[in-house]
Structures are given as C-alpha cells and as structure tokens.
T-cell receptor
Framework: KAGVTQTPRYLIKTRGQQVTLSCSPI?????VSWYQQTPGQGLQFLFE???????NKGNFPGRFSGRQFSNSRSEMNVSTLELGDSALYLC??????????????FGSGTQLSVL | QQQVKQSPQSLIVQKGGISIINCAYE??????FPWYQQFPGKGPALLIA?????SEKKEGRFTISFNKSAKQFSLHIMDSQPGDSATYFC????????????FGTGTRLLVSP
C-alpha cells in the first residue's frame, strides 16, 4: 500500500505570492490533517478534513486554508506569503475521523521557503 | 494549558545505553499520549502510545512510563543503537472527536557507535 504522498517536495516562493500544496492519503483513509513544522515552534496543527468538511482548525490566520475532495485528496493554500511561513508542511492521514486515538500516518512533507 | 513540554532538547547516548526523554503536560483532559520518531527528510512515524489508565507500556526496546498524578510521561529506549538516532516528539490529544495532536518541541537523539 502506498503511503501518504505530498507534492511538491520542495517549493520556493517570494513574499506576497500564494502557494498550493497537495496531499494524497493512504488508500481507504478518509481523514486528512495538516501540520506546520518549524525549528522554533515544532509541529503545530493546521486543520483536519473528513468527508470534504473541515472538522477542526488550529490557531493560524485566515491566509491558511484547505479543502478535501471526494477522493479524500487534500490541498492546502497559503495566500499572501510571509517570510515566517517558511516551514515543512506535513500531511497526515488516518482511516476515519472522530477518534483522537487513531494512528496518524505522515507524509514526508513539502518544504516551503519564502524569500 | 494546551502545551506539552519536552526535555532535553538534544541527547547524546553511547551505543547500548539507555535514552530517556521526558514530557509534561497541564491539561488533564488529554487522554492519549503518543511518541513519534522522525528521521531527516521524513515525516514523523508513530513509535508507541499510551493511555492514562496504565502506568507503563513496553514495545521491544521502547517503553513509555506514565505518571498521571505528576502529569508527566517519558520514553525510555533500552540498548540504544545508532539506527535510533532521530528526532523524537511526544504528543497529546483529547477525546473531543477531532484529530488534533499537541506536540512537544522535540528531542534530537544521537547514539554514538
């Protein structure tokens, strides 16, 4: 079974631009979560999607948004990029939502650099 | 209240030694405590997890010790190997019906040969 696939692997953008990151969960997994990882803040929860609905959102500005498609694939978008948005963005999938005891399977992430 | 504090930030252990990483939390609503292992260039992978109704859980060389009254939990890696060199994150979550892990800041472990 293929793991969680995130594309692109690396991305370089300039301030003010917007970016879209993609995540394909493990086949059969319907819940997708996104996390931001930085050296200073560690891993921080962005949002969770299940059945195309955002179920939970972390403490990030509205510039960060996401969506989930009917095939469970997910995208996240960051508009008006700031230098501080430089981070590794991780996507995680699990078979179902509704239980925080579910094992999360992480992808390798998209490394975003904002210049 | 949502924080999970992790220490040490980095750790060097000789091969065959015991690696110990500690975490503390404030929110007593947390009811699931996983540990994740992350290698460079990879995403975190679940290593072992515990719920507060048990004080210890062991899987191979990895053991979680949990102290509910002190609101602390720790990861012990017995007979540490160079292949264990990675960054380890503790985390916690609440049974709110939503998937949301609160992570510690991570411990970079180096096991010297």
């Amino acid at each position: 079974k293929a793991g969680v696939t995130q594309t692109p692997r690396y991305l370089i953008k300039t301030r003010g631009q917007q970016v879209t990151l993609s995540c394909s969960p493990i086949s059969g997994h319907r819940s997708v979560s996104w996390y931001q990882q930085t050296p200073g803040q560690g891993l921080q929860f962005l949002f969770e999607y299940f059945s195309e609905t955002q179920r939970n959102k972390g403490n990030f500005p509205g510039r960060f948004s996401g969506r989930q498609f009917s095939n469970s694939r997910s995208e996240m978008n960051v508009s008006t990029l700031e230098l501080g948005d430089s981070a590794l963005y991780l996507c995680a999938s699990s078979p179902r939502a509704g239980s925080t005891n579910e094992k999360l399977f992480f992808g390798s992430g998209t490394q975003l650099s904002v210049l | 209240q949502q924080q999970v504090k992790q220490s040490p930030q980095s750790l060097i252990v000789q091969k065959g030694g015991i690696s110990i990483i500690n975490c503390a939390y404030e929110n007593t609503a947390f009811d699931y405590f996983p540990w994740y292992q992350q290698f460079p260039g990879k995403g975190p992978a679940l290593l072992i997890a515990i719920r507060p109704d048990v004080s210890e859980k062991k899987e191979g060389r990895f053991t979680i010790s949990f102290n509910k009254s002190a609101k602390q939990f720790s990861l012990h890696i017995m007979d540490s190997q160079p292949g264990d060199s990675a960054t380890y994150f503790c985390a916690a979550s609440m049974n709110t019906g939503f998937q949301k892990l609160v992570f510690g800041t991570g411990t970079r472990l180096l096991v010297s040969p």
